[in-house]
């Protein structure tokens, strides 16, 4: 059986497509993929709604830096393993996720670097410097 269901996810309710089982005996049950399943769409309506990035964008913004995950956890300040999980899914906070989305724009991200230069060498400073104007120039021709 399909129908639509309230889900919450960070006590907000959303309208997912919940699908169900129901036995000889009128028994309803479902199984791990579809309760999994209604999770995932309640996460990627609050996603939508609040504008946080889905985990490929994520991984697109950090590596057109050419930065490790653990590396941009330091650039932005979050923990060591924090970044990681938001590339494998974890929604991050709103907070989080504002980050992110700023680090995605070269102009921003500069002065997350600067913030940061000390946890560089002086070469991969020089080199991430060199790749954030780079992606200034691009994105001042609309890519």
């Known amino acids: 059986m399909q129908e639509w269901v309230e889900y919450t ?10 699908s169900y089982y129901v036995d000889e005996n009128g ?8 309760d999994e399943f209604k999770v995932t769409q309640a996460q990627n309506l ?3 709604k609040y504008h946080i990035p889905f985990p490929e964008e994520i991984k697109a913004i950090r590596e057109k830096y050419g930065l490790s ?13 924090s ?21 995605g724009e ?4 500069l002065g997350f670097v600067e913030e940061k230069e000390n946890i560089f060498s002086a070469n991969s400073y020089r080199k991430l410097l060199d ?13």
């Open 9 to 18: 996810f960070r006590k907000e309710p959303f309208k997912v497509f919940g």
């Open 27 to 34: 028994e309803e049950y479902t199984t791990t993929e579809l």
């Open 46 to 48: 609050y996603r939508t």
């Open 69 to 81: 995950a653990a590396k941009m956890a330091e650039v932005l300040d979050f923990g060591i393993n």
């Open 83 to 103: 970044y990681r999980q938001y590339e494998d899914g974890v929604v991050p906070s709103l907070a989080n996720a504002k980050l992110i989305r700023l680090a």
């Open 106 to 109: 070269p102009k921003h991200f």
């Open 131 to 143: 790749r954030i104007h780079a992606e200034e120039y691009y994105d001042s021709f609309g890519r």
